[in-house]
């Protein structure tokens, strides 16, 4: 009942918060008619080019939306910069699994937005489409934006022949037609274009992006715009907090069977690591928590209240999990599900009025590995963090016919460095 409270509490405040909060940047847009539109640009954080503009001015609270079609440019801030494209797109795909035999380039007109890479002499402009398909585009003096050319396919090679038999293997190919064109566009500098053919490059924005740079540093042209490469982000901080746990015992196996365990009140403490994921705008990441924890277990035995037995022991805890941030102003929630293994670092066993041999039997081989699944819950603000988590884990019996289990919940803080 608990996991199923905390769960919808996660899901109702991502509903809410994800309505009622847009990620806006202040920008500009230029519209095709030459006027511009100052104001708030909501931010493209999905991995397919968008093909309208989400935005709203500082006269209207209203959420606008324009299509590429009677947008120029838009740019948000000292950040990304995009442009409107109109024209044609080849329609194959590049992934493996979906190529044919055809190596003929096939085109359907379509507009969108383009990202730009780069914008000088020679300018490079990046998207991915509805197909979630990569496009590669150029201009050369600011002048008509054309689509690199690229398409994959399949050919059938004979790789063993006689006069009995033969082996066919299906291999993939390129046409590669975007270095005819770029062999073209920079002829006026010969010792480049002599080595395209050659030159060790793939179709992606990053090889050719070297290749451009190296065009407008021949032609001694300014770069204008350059986008920044997004690596992602890595968050480090301390951790630490107080932990509530419940062992269950299920086993026939005495004297186990007759003792109620009490909770365990203990603090943990440690280090996080918590990396963003490039693109995603600060939303996804993989957090990894390394954590210092004990337990301390107090059994009463059913019929004597005398008849005692304490569990100790110390697990060096390495939690991951997939984390999800809110974006916004001043405090942000996320929510996280993931995965904990645990390593026993120290155990012992101290009973009274209890037959020695059947109480440390458990221990002898006393599980030095434990697993649980984790779901929480928090928020970042600034430097800070706060969160509650809950951890369902497999315990310490290493023997099926007595099995352990933890529920444990967390309230933890930390600071990020």
């Known amino acids: 009942m608990k996991i199923i409270i905390l769960v919808g509490i996660c899901f109702f405040g991502l509903i809410n918060h994800a309505n009622a909060q847009r990620d806006f940047i202040p920008g500009r847009i230029v519209l095709t008619n030459g006027d511009t539109i100052k104001g708030l640009i909501q931010k493209i954080n999905q991995r397919i080019t968008p093909e309208n503009v989400v935005f709203k001015t500082p006269s209207e609270s209203k959420i606008q939306s324009l299509p590429a079609s009677r947008v120029r440019s838009f740019r ?55 197909n979630d ?20 396919y399949y050919v059938d090679e004979i790789v063993i022949a006689n006069y009995r038999n033969q082996i066919i293997r299906r291999s993939i190919m390129g046409n590669e037609m975007y270095k005819g064109q770029l062999i073209q566009a920079f002829s006026d500098c010969m010792f480049l274009v002599g080595g395209i053919l050659s030159r060790p490059m793939q179709y992606n924005k990053n090889d050719l992006l070297d290749l451009f740079e190296d065009y407008n540093r021949c032609r001694a042209s300014k770069i204008i715009y350059r986008e920044e490469k997004d690596k992602g982000r890595l968050e ?3 951790q630490g907090g107080l932990s509530v746990s419940d062992i269950k015992i299920v086993t026939n196996w005495q004297p186990w069977s007759f003792y109620n365990f009490n909770q365990s009140y203990d603090f943990q403490g440690g280090v996080a690591f918590n990396y963003f994921l490039p693109r995603t ?13 004990p337990y301390q277990l107090r059994g009463v035995y059913k019929e004597n209240n005398a008849t005692t037995v304490t569990l100790s022991s110390l697990y060096a805890k390495v939690i991951t999990t997939g984390r999800y941030t809110l974006q916004g102003h001043g405090v942000l929630p996320f929510f996280e599900l993931g995965i904990s293994n645990s390593f026993l670092l120290y155990s012992n066993i101290d009973s009274s009025n209890l037959v020695e041999e059947n109480a440390r039997t458990m221990f002898r081989d006393f599980r030095g590995y434990e697993q649980g699944l984790i779901i929480s819950s928090g928020v970042e603000w ?12 497999n315990g310490f019996s290493p023997y099926g016919s007595l099995r352990t289990s933890f529920t444990t919940w967390y309230l933890q803080a930390g600071y990020i460095f």
Do not use: Q
């Not at 329609?91 to 990202?115: K, V």
């Not at 705008?281 to 924890?293: A, D, M, T, V």
């Open 236 to 238: 480090v901080s301390l």
């Open 133 to 152: 398909r990569t496009h590669l585009f150029f201009s050369m003096n600011g002048e008509g934006v054309r689509e690199l050319a690229y398409k994959k």
């Open 76 to 130: 948000y801030n000292g950040g990304e910069w995009y442009f409107s494209y109109a024209g044609p797109l080849e329609t194959s795909s590049l992934h493996d699994s979906e190529l044919t035999y055809d190596s003929s380039m096939h085109t359907t007109n379509d507009t969108l937005f383009i990202r730009c890479v780069l914008f000088s002499k020679a300018s490079l402009f990046y998207a991915r489409d509805r």
């Open 281 to 293: 705008g600060n939303r996804f990441s993989f957090y990894n928590e390394i954590l210092l924890k």
């Open 382 to 393: 600034k430097k800070l963090t706060g969160l509650i988590r809950l951890e369902k884990s």
